[in-house]
């Protein structure tokens, strides 16, 4: 019985003699100390005062508006979440602002945005210009940029300017395509080759199976758009520099170019 006694007692005397944890060693202490470099580096990143957007420049823009692309940018760089407003330079999300700024303002072609630490964005607008025009079956017409798209209306067309007519169940729209950009190249390289080489203007252009040029002088030319346009120019250069003169394209009514190796006109 006595050294049961003893063993026991000696070992609550051991228990006792056992060195403590360290502040260090504790649990505790990680979970205070990770919470409050969380909480601070949350303050930083979200509500920081010198990291807040509080300037938005914006530059390269003639017809849209400054004060519309500033209200629209300074919306999407301050957002609500749980109805707490953020305006840190870290939640400027700069491509959603880029994409909400085209979708807007059918006259940008482009929304170039970037961040200028520590608390401003800067906004360089690209404005598309006119091309050619395009008018829906009411019509209304609108300018088109080299992309195709409808991006302006307009009441009248300047002279000299082709207007393009669709195919047949194309949406001629504001900020829709009205026209393929690789088909509108050939439009203005068919353009440009009258003019520069003959003086001869394009009133207008139909789309289709068959590509139909009207001139100023008034006879159409028949262009396939599925083959190469280039070749189907230097056909019509060859035909008006050696075999159709000046005075018979008065009473000239067509070319047709779209058969291979072969032009036929009347």
């Known amino acids: 019985m006595r050294r049961v006694h003893r063993h026991r007692h000696l070992a609550h005397k051991l228990k006792k003699l056992k060195p403590k944890k360290r502040l260090t060693q504790r649990p505790m202490f990680w979970v205070v100390i990770f919470s409050s470099f969380g909480a601070l580096l949350a ?22 508006p400054t004060d519309a692309i500033k209200q629209l940018a300074w919306q999407q760089s301050h957002p609500k979440i749980l109805g707490i407003p953020f305006a840190s330079i870290f939640m400027a999300n700069t491509r959603t602002i880029s994409k909400d700024l085209l979708a807007t303002f059918p006259d940008a072609q482009n929304a170039q945005v970037s961040v200028r630490w520590p608390n401003a964005l ?23 940029d080299s992309t195709g798209v409808a991006y302006q209306s307009t009441s009248s067309v300047p002279d000299g300017m082709v207007v393009v007519q669709p195919q047949a169940g194309t949406n001629v729209a504001l900020g829709s395509t009205v026209i393929a950009s690789s088909l509108l190249d050939s439009i203005v390289s068919i353009r440009d080759a009258l003019r520069d080489n003959f003086q001869i203007g394009v009133r207008s252009a139909t789309v289709g199976d068959t590509l139909v040029v009207t001139t100023s002088e008034g006879w159409q030319v028949y262009f396939d758009p599925t083959v190469d346009i280039t070749l189907q120019i230097t056909k019509l250069n ?29």
């Not at 920081?48 to 530059?59: A, E, G, H, K, R």
């Not at 800067?122 to 088109?144: K, L």
């Open 238 to 266: 060859v035909l008006l520099q050696k075999q159709i003169s000046e005075q018979d394209r008065k009473k000239l009514t067509y070319i047709y170019l779209q058969y291979q190796d072969k032009a036929y006109y009347k």
């Open 43 to 64: 303050y930083f990143i979200f509500f920081f005062p010198l990291l807040q957007v509080q300037t938005i420049q914006v530059s390269g823009n003639q017809t849209v």
């Open 122 to 144: 800067n906004i360089t607008i690209t404005e598309r210009s006119p091309v050619v025009a395009s008018c829906d079956a009411q019509g209304q017409c609108f300018f088109v």
